[in-house]
């Protein structure tokens, strides 16, 4: 039987609450547990796809095409597995779901109403991805704070399927905030106290309570919130700055909170094996270099909007013994100050992210064309990707005014434009390219030095692609198009032969790299921009770091 852990927040969002339910699905997984996670959003969207970055952070794409919240990445990140569609539950798909069943008949003769059939339609959804995984234990996070209106359909939800389940088959963790007073240097317990009272109010009793604070709490503070919440001192945990988030599962279990789950629900308490855990947490502590590297994007005021590559450059730079320095640049001061860009001279990588619309492009681009330029070691992803062909079009092509019609809908040289498939598209929601294709790589490539194999499957996002009309003409000129899709058509991964590192792909290759197992393409550009640093004439690559290169991305 499966059981369930639900994780809620206190007054404050954004204190850890995927960390803390990922830690906790690592230390089940690491007994030999068998876990997955389930992330509620209350907000009206069916998805996150058509969020801005600034709204919601980024936009993290799974297997299946769902267009998801960024701590499903965190999942699949801490315990190395792949998510569905079905494991992101928001308010909107909920409600769709019985609109449409009332709109059909299913409910005829009755009053739809929020409990029982929002309430029985939630629970539905979480047994449903237990019934599909077969998982020992499923962790629910509800996202937002307790008490939002929004959230509480779920939070009911919670208490119904105690009831059903079981006590013995459910565990409530709670993570609230603890702050540190900066004039004071005391920690308070207010704000967790207010917000188990709240969680107390809709019904939901507290088995556990990870306290969120900047070190671990001290004796006082600690006995507050445990008699605040009628819980035993040594249900109460801390989840304390960390020097690296992969250090969180550690530092709760040596708290014993591994041990009190599995008393809880009745398990047995296998002995945990942290050796594997233990080296990844180490490669990242114990480096010998550091590289800095930038991001030239157009979300950069919030570090959220790109989780996904924050950790697949800091997983590629474990891997090749390095800690890694990212500055985040918005590329709207490139283009209001032209001269600023030689700030990037500074860098020893330059990185163009995705994203959409015209604004900030033209500062990506003067940002691609300093790397190509200067022999800066490069990679762009997705949209980076696209304006790189643009940049070469331009600069080396002599294609004047060649762009994408995304930015300009009637371009003199339109070498990145629509799908075909999109043309009919009028939907915004779910209607892109999404999820895990197949891309072929070329033999004798930077591309195949990278992956180690001629098909990839990799996580794509996008509605506009490479102009194939204009293929030849930038192969002419020295562009290689290392990875296709199987019918060639279409355009998925570029570089230069001529450069020490100049690499992009059409997919995002950070959906798919996990600690201890980097993505080759941000291994390759820290190694080349470490390579670089250390005065090393070529780039060498090390295979073991990329090893299991074969099982990952063959299926």
Same mark, same amino acid.
């Given at each position: 039987?499966?059981?369930?852990?639900?994780?809620?927040?206190?007054?404050?969002?954004?204190? $850890?609450?995927?960390?803390?339910?990922?830690?906790?699905? !690592?230390?089940?997984?690491?007994?030999?547990?068998?876990?997955?996670?389930? !992330?509620?959003?209350?907000?009206?969207?069916?998805?996150?796809?058509?969020?801005?970055?600034?709204?919601?952070?980024?936009?993290?794409?799974?297997?299946?095409?769902?267009?998801?919240?960024?701590?499903?990445?965190?999942?699949?990140? &801490?315990?190395?597995?792949?998510?569905?569609?079905?494991?992101?539950?928001?308010?909107?798909?909920?409600?769709?779901?019985?609109?449409? !069943?009332?709109?059909?008949?299913?409910?005829?003769?009755?009053?739809?109403?929020?409990?029982?059939?929002?309430?029985?339609?939630?629970?539905?959804?979480?047994?449903?991805?237990?019934?599909?995984?077969?998982?020992?234990?499923?962790?629910?996070?509800?996202?937002?704070?307790?008490?939002?209106?929004?959230?509480?359909?779920?939070?009911?939800?919670? %208490?119904?399927?105690?009831?059903?389940?079981?006590?013995?088959?459910?565990?409530?963790?709670?993570?609230?905030?603890?702050?540190?007073?900066?004039?004071?240097?005391?920690?308070?317990?207010?704000?967790?106290?207010? #917000?188990?009272?709240?969680?107390?109010?809709?019904?939901?009793?507290?088995?556990?309570?990870?306290?969120?604070?900047?070190?671990?709490?001290?004796?006082?503070?600690?006995?507050?919130?445990?008699?605040?919440?009628?819980?035993?001192?040594?249900?109460? &945990?801390? #989840?304390?700055n960390v020097r690296n988030i992969y250090e969180i599962p550690l530092i709760l279990d040596k708290q014993g909170?591994?041990? &009190?789950?599995?008393?809880?629900?009745?398990?047995?308490?296998?002995?945990?094996?942290?050796?594997?855990? %233990?080296?990844?947490? +180490?490669?990242?502590?114990?480096?010998?270099?550091?590289? !800095?590297?930038?991001?030239?994007?157009?979300?950069?005021?919030?570090?959220?909007?790109?989780?996904?590559?924050? @950790?697949?450059?800091?997983?590629?730079?474990?891997?090749? #013994?390095?800690?890694?320095?990212?500055?985040?640049? @918005?590329?709207?001061?490139?283009?209001? @100050?032209? +001269?600023?860009?030689?700030?990037?001279?500074?860098?020893?990588?330059?990185?163009?992210?995705? $994203?959409?619309?015209?604004?900030?492009?033209?500062?990506?681009?003067?940002?691609?064309?300093?790397?190509?330029?200067?022999?800066?070691?490069?990679?762009?992803?997705?949209?980076?990707?696209?304006?790189?062909?643009? @940049?070469?079009?331009? +600069?080396?092509?002599?294609?004047?005014?060649?762009?994408?019609?995304?930015? +300009?809908?009637?371009?003199?040289?339109?070498?990145?434009?629509?799908?075909?498939?999109?043309?009919?598209?009028?939907?915004?929601?779910?209607?892109?390219?999404?999820?895990?294709?197949?891309?072929?790589?070329?033999?004798?490539?930077?591309?195949?030095?990278?992956?180690?194999?001629?098909?990839?499957?990799?996580?794509?996002?996008?509605?506009?692609?490479?102009?194939?009309?204009?293929?030849?003409?930038?192969?002419?000129?020295?562009?290689?198009?290392? $990875?296709?899709?199987?019918?060639?058509? %279409?355009?998925?991964?570029?570089?230069?032969?001529?450069?020490?590192?100049?690499?992009?792909?059409?997919?995002?290759?950070?959906?798919?790299?996990?600690?201890?197992?980097?993505?080759?393409?941000?291994?390759?550009?820290?190694?080349? #921009?470490?390579?670089?640093?250390?005065?090393?004439?070529?780039?060498?690559?090390?295979?073991?770091?990329?090893?299991?290169?074969?099982?990952?991305?063959?299926?």
């Amino acid at each position: 039987m499966t059981r369930y852990i639900f994780v809620t927040g206190g007054v404050l969002s954004s204190v $850890g609450k995927g960390t803390v339910c990922a830690s906790i699905g !690592k230390i089940l997984q690491v007994r030999g547990f068998t876990v997955s996670a389930i !992330k509620i959003d209350p907000y009206l969207n069916v998805d996150a796809g058509t969020m801005n970055p600034y709204m919601h952070g980024e936009v993290y794409v799974c297997e299946d095409g769902g267009e998801m919240d960024l701590d499903l990445g965190t999942y699949e990140r &801490f315990l190395n597995i792949n998510v569905s569609r079905e494991a992101n539950i928001t308010t909107g798909l909920v409600y769709r779901e019985v609109i449409e !069943k009332e709109r059909r008949g299913d409910y005829l003769g009755k009053c739809v109403q929020i409990i029982p059939h929002i309430t029985d339609e939630i629970k539905r959804r979480l047994r449903n991805v237990a019934e599909k995984t077969k998982v020992d234990v499923i962790l629910v996070e509800c996202g937002g704070t307790i008490g939002d209106i929004e959230g509480l359909p779920f939070y009911e939800a919670f %208490r119904q399927m105690r009831l059903e389940e079981g006590m013995q088959n459910t565990v409530f963790v709670h993570v609230p905030l603890v702050p540190i007073l900066d004039a004071t240097k005391e920690q308070k317990s207010k704000p967790a106290q207010h #917000s188990i009272q709240e969680l107390r109010r809709i019904g939901l009793q507290p088995d556990l309570i990870v306290a969120r604070s900047r070190k671990m709490l001290d004796p006082d503070p600690h006995d507050k919130i445990a008699l605040f919440g009628s819980i035993d001192r040594k249900a109460v &945990f801390t #989840s304390p700055n960390v020097r690296n988030i992969y250090e969180i599962p550690l530092i709760l279990d040596k708290q014993g909170l591994g041990d &009190f789950v599995c008393r809880r629900f009745g398990l047995s308490n296998r002995k945990p094996d942290w050796s594997s855990w %233990r080296q990844i947490v +180490n490669s990242y502590i114990n480096a010998e270099h550091e590289v !800095k590297i930038a991001v030239c994007g157009k979300y950069a005021m919030l570090s959220d909007s790109y989780v996904s590559i924050n @950790e697949a450059l800091r997983c590629g730079a474990a891997a090749a #013994s390095s800690r890694v320095s990212i500055d985040w640049i @918005e590329t709207e001061v490139f283009e209001k @100050e032209p +001269n600023s860009i030689e700030a990037l001279a500074e860098y020893d990588g330059i990185l163009v992210p995705g $994203g959409f619309g015209v604004r900030a492009t033209e500062g990506k681009i003067a940002a691609i064309r300093y790397a190509r330029e200067k022999n800066i070691p490069f990679l762009g992803i997705c949209f980076g990707f696209q304006l790189a062909v643009i @940049e070469y079009a331009r +600069n080396i092509c002599s294609l004047e005014n060649s762009n994408s019609t995304e930015l +300009n809908p009637n371009p003199q040289h339109p070498v990145v434009f629509l799908l075909p498939e999109q043309n009919k598209v009028s939907y915004k929601g779910g209607t892109m390219r999404l999820g895990a294709s197949p891309v072929v790589i070329k033999a004798d490539t930077l591309a195949y030095r990278l992956y180690g194999v001629n098909l990839a499957y990799e996580r794509h996002r996008h509605r506009y692609e490479v102009n194939p009309a204009y293929i030849q003409t930038l192969i002419d000129h020295g562009l290689i198009f290392s $990875g296709t899709t199987p019918d060639e058509t %279409r355009m998925e991964i570029l570089e230069l032969p001529n450069h020490y590192f100049f690499f992009a792909t059409q997919f995002h290759p950070e959906f798919k790299s996990r600690p201890g197992r980097p993505d080759p393409a941000y291994y390759g550009f820290i190694k080349a #921009s470490l390579d670089k640093k250390l005065g090393n004439t070529t780039l060498t690559l090390d295979r073991e770091a990329l090893y299991e290169a074969e099982s990952k991305y063959l299926r």
